[in-house]
């Protein structure tokens, strides 16, 4: 079993709407710029996640995407189901027909493993990641990196007119 990055990226990026927009929408872009994930990636994902009613959309100047429930409402769980990525630990993908038709000797081991890790998963919520310094230190440097980048494309741009 692994987790995709369909699922890392859209956990990444929840992550991100959660820490910056707690008083405006956040864009798409800020969300590509800070975490190095394509906006037309992003995209895909996001119209799952509002599908999935998980983020809404603002239009309009300063429009972007605020969380449609509170932080401590959404689980990484729900996250990683939104944009249908699978836990699943067998090989038949949960069909039982992993031995030539029929189930294997670990079927129900490799199910009962892929349970566990969604609900470990969706004990976990976004608030319980947002609120832990080390997620916090990680925010404020992508922050500062992403300004520094701001800064040097305009003085760049200043200096080639």
């Known amino acids: ?50 599908r999935s009613d998980l983020v809404s959309s603002v239009r309009g100047p300063g429009g972007g995407y605020r969380l449609a429930h509170s932080e401590s409402e959404i689980s990484i769980a729900q996250v990683v189901d939104a944009v249908n990525e699978s836990m699943d630990a067998t090989r038949c993908r949960g069909k039982g027909d992993c031995q030539e038709g029929d189930q294997c000797l670990t079927h129900h081991l490799w199910q009962d493993l892929s349970q566990q890790i969604h609900a470990f998963l ?7 990641l947002v609120s832990k310094k080390e997620i916090r230190d990680v925010a404020k440097r992508q922050d500062e990196r992403a300004q520094h980048k701001i800064e040097t494309d305009s003085l760049i741009s200043l200096t080639s007119a």
Not at 11 to 35: C, E, F, W, Y
Not at 122 to 128: K, Y
Request: proline share 2%.
């Open 1 to 50: 079993m692994r987790l995709t990055t369909k699922g890392r990226y859209a956990v990444t990026a929840m992550l991100d709407l959660a820490i910056h927009g707690q008083n405006k929408p956040v864009s798409l872009n800020d969300i590509s710029n800070r975490q190095g994930i394509s906006l037309s990636y992003l995209e895909q994902l996001f119209a799952k996640l509002r």
């Open 122 to 128: 969706d004990d976990i919520s976004i608030q319980d």
